[in-house]
């Protein structure tokens, strides 16, 4: 029997290099609380934004860090566009060099399909998006594009153990003004990107595992943010192609002979 195989996205919670001013002072240092309210109450307001949302969609441009075995650091760039529905419908196709897959959620059923092997795997799923992308993670080693803004909850999901936030700075991505904050807890460091007014929108989000020797990232651009309304549920439905295979999924940590 065939088994659908795909890379697992590793669970990064983010973060890059931070290079600070070499005139900063000591005396400042010694005065900044490591978790800087102003970065936290900034966060806040994105996630509750993000939570707020009913039905969105979403372009991301994915950038996987990894290591050759020769010890060279190569990039890995996948897009995806999103749409999701709350709280039961969910929808990612996702290009690039790892990923060539669309994910179709419903309410009932989870299928991923490959168009370019022409098969697909379908299993009963959770009755919500949250239940859906903790199932996908944790039992078939599957990370949706931003999962981690998507949870209704993700603002106490992302600060669970932070013991460092500080806010960097302002930038400009895509043409919008963003504040740049910067998270770290035990093993990960995560930066975002959070846009000035009143669509406290995410614009870029960095994961780095510190606890890997090559501090290796994931880096996600967001753009083309839309607001159309309800989507018709055939979009989150998935139907076979005349020429597409059913296959099964392949359980996170199953051996592969």
Not at 24 to 31: I, K, Y
Not at 56 to 70: G, I, K, P, Y
Not at 151 to 171: P, R, W
Not at 178 to 200: I, M, N, T, Y
Request: contains cysteine.
């Amino acid at each position: 029997m065939k088994i659908l195989s795909f890379k697992k996205v590793s669970a990064l919670f983010v973060s890059g290099v931070l290079l600070l001013s070499m005139n900063m002072s000591v005396w400042a240092e010694d005065q900044t609380p490591a978790v800087d309210p102003s970065a936290m109450k900034t966060l806040k307001r994105m996630t509750d934004h993000m939570s707020g949302l009913k039905q969105f969609s979403v372009r991301t441009q994915v950038t996987l860090e990894d290591l050759l075995d020769s010890g060279h650091r190569i990039d890995l760039d996948v897009s995806a566009n999103i749409i999701i529905e709350r709280p039961n419908k969910l929808r990612a196709e996702r290009r690039g060099d790892p990923l060539d897959q669309t994910f179709y959620y419903d309410g009932k059923s989870l299928t991923l399909y490959n168009p370019a092997d022409k098969v697909y795997a379908t299993e009963s799923a959770p009755k919500t998006i949250e239940g859906v992308l903790d199932y996908t993670r944790e039992s078939l080693g599957l990370i949706v594009p931003v999962a981690d803004l998507v949870y209704g909850n993700s603002f106490e999901l992302l600060t669970k153990d932070v013991d460092f936030a500080m806010v960097i700075g302002k930038t400009v991505i895509n043409g919008m003004t963003c504040e740049h904050l910067l998270f770290s807890r035990p093993g990960v460091d995560f930066q975002v990107w959070v846009a000035d007014g009143a669509k406290a929108l995410p614009c870029k989000y960095v994961v780095t595992d510190t606890g890997h020797a090559g501090q290796i990232s994931v880096s996600t651009v967001m753009s083309d943010w839309g607001y159309t309304g309800a989507e018709d549920d055939s979009v989150f439905t998935f139907v076979a192609p005349d020429d597409a295979k059913p296959i099964t999924f392949m359980p996170l940590n199953t051996p592969i002979k």
